[in-house]
């Protein structure tokens, strides 16, 4: 896969006066409601001619997080220019203030060409977190930030003046600081690589990466990781598998369903001893809504439907070279769900790989259908612990936005723990229900279980449906409809995939491995 910009990350030892550090980009952090510069501020506005503190006493700068200001560098500093970044208010910031925040300027350096940015964000913050911790946060919004797609795009670097690689470093004085913020940014660059890995792939559009191109991204991936390995069920043994779920919805397409397995196994561990996770994701590689077709507005986006799949595919790729202690599966089961006289149709009645049988209500409700083979598969593999991920219901978006993605679960516990893991990755997810009363809106008079509800509480709904297939396994469902893609760019991130769910379920397997 093409690299866009070729970015790499690392923690250097640089001299006390940060003021002679020579870089393209210095980029400090300021918080808001601040009566008075903090020493380290304080003593790189003397060297600007006191350059900060008029701009904040103009209020032309006052530290509102996600706010930045460029200022020119003088003959009495190393670096280029300095970036302030506003970081909010002082009590109400935590490990992702540092993760935007180098996310926004690795975003402002790749738009005026810089080659080198350094980092000293975290100075702000004092002894507040862990070190490691904000290694890695800074390692991952160097990433976020940094990001590019233009794979379609027929002018090349030379021609638009980009620059073809990022340096981003993260600066101390103290040795004893630097180990620490450097152990924790080899940990944030494997997430930060793996979040844009799965950006790529889920940008792609539906005429590059359909089930089987998917399936072969596996294989080179497994290929490629000496931990990892890669099963593929193809149209014919899906069909000896009795997978009626996923050849339903693929029934419509020209491209075949498959069905994703990646395994990973720690290296020199007794595998038997540890935990075995099971991630579900679904990949719906376009999405027409079938027979009942969506409007033609915003179909596009429909290329994204695969994310949740992707990020099962990208997580793996990121445990792999974590070498984490924990099994872990990444089921993904993939079609293209299209209209055809050979789709699959309101009304029919489907025998799922459980053989439960649902009857078919709306075909545009194919996520969950595909997902129920997943799921039984992962509980036929002896899974401990299962989390499926998917853009599921359009219910999920009108509820939460495009802010958090929501989570339903069988188990208080393991609802602490995504919660958790959730916090510390900065993708956040929000608690929903999905207990009986749900579940029985989804049972059918002429068949186990119908795929859709009634018009409230689709997500819940959605989720109940899904919670048939799981038996009594510790189960976890992340809805990420809404969190899959910026609409438009942001200050830290231009429009497109998102990346959702990578840092969150990578963050999640670390916590499982350390214990």
């Not at 899974?383 to 188990?411: F, S």
């Not at 516990?413 to 809106?441: C, D, T």
Request: positive net charge; charged residues 25%.
């Amino acid at each position: 896969m093409r690299e866009i910009i070729k970015l790499q990350v690392k923690a250097r030892k640089v001299d006390t006066d940060i003021s002679k550090c020579r870089t393209d980009l210095l980029v400090v952090g300021m918080f808001s409601g601040m009566a008075r510069l903090d020493k380290f501020c304080s003593r790189l506005d003397d060297k600007l001619g006191g350059t900060i503190s008029r701009l904040v006493k103009l209020e032309d700068f006052k530290g509102k997080e996600g706010s930045s200001l460029l200022i020119y560098g003088t003959s009495e500093v190393g670096a280029k220019r300095i970036l302030l970044i506003g970081l909010g208010r002082k009590n109400k910031t935590g490990l992702d203030t540092i993760r935007k925040s180098a996310g926004i300027a690795a975003n402002k350096a790749v738009s005026i060409k810089a080659e080198q940015i350094t980092l000293a964000i975290h100075k702000a913050f004092g002894g507040r977190f862990a070190l490691p911790d904000i290694g890695r946060v800074c390692a991952e919004g160097a990433y976020f930030g940094g990001y590019r797609y233009d794979e379609f795009v027929t002018d090349t670097d030379e021609q638009n003046g980009r620059k073809e690689s990022l340096l981003v470093e993260v600066i101390d004085s103290d040795s004893e600081k630097l180990a620490k913020l450097r152990k924790g940014v080899e940990t944030g660059m494997i997430i930060g690589q793996a979040q844009n890995y799965a950006r790529t792939l889920a940008n792609r559009p539906g005429n590059v990466i359909n089930p089987e191109t998917l399936a072969a991204e596996a294989k080179k991936l497994a290929k490629e990781s000496e931990n990892l390995k890669c099963t593929v069920f193809d149209e014919k043994q899906l069909k000896q598998k009795a997978m009626g779920g996923v050849l339903a919805v693929g029934a419509g397409s020209r491209n075949k369903p498959t069905f994703i397995v990646l395994k990973y196994t720690p290296a020199g561990k007794k595998a038997d001893k540890l935990p075995t996770v099971a991630l579900v994701g679904k990949a719906i590689t376009f999405d027409s809504g079938g027979i009942s077709i969506k409007p033609a507005k915003g179909m596009g986006e429909m290329k994204l439907d695969k994310s949740g799949g992707i990020a099962v595919i990208a997580s793996l790729k990121a445990i792999s070279q974590l070498r984490l202690s924990v099994n872990v599966f990444g089921i993904i089961p993939s079609a293209e769900n299209m209209p055809s006289g050979t789709s699959y149709r309101p009304g029919d009645i489907v025998t799922t790989y459980s053989g439960k049988t649902v009857e078919i209500d709306n075909t545009d409700a194919e996520g969950r259908m595909i997902l129920s083979d997943g799921l039984d598969y992962a509980v036929k593999s002896g899974a401990d612990i299962i989390i499926d991920i998917a853009t599921l219901t359009g219910a999920c978006k009108v509820a939460l936005g495009k802010y958090m993605a929501g989570l339903m679960t069988n188990d208080d516990k393991l609802k602490r723990q995504m919660q958790n893991a959730s916090k510390l990755a900065g993708e956040k997810l929000w608690p929903m229900p999905s207990g009986e009363e749900y579940a029985e809106e989804m049972k059918s008079k002429i068949a186990d279980l119908k795929n859709t509800g009634s018009r409230w509480g689709g997500a819940c709904t959605a989720a109940a449906f899904l919670s048939q297939f799981v038996g009594e396994k510790k189960w976890a469902h992340i809805d990420m409809a809404g969190v899959d893609m910026f609409e438009k760019g942001t200050e830290f991130s231009e429009a497109g995939a998102s990346g959702f769910g990578v840092r969150l379920l990578t963050t999640y397997l670390m916590q499982v491995s350390a214990k």
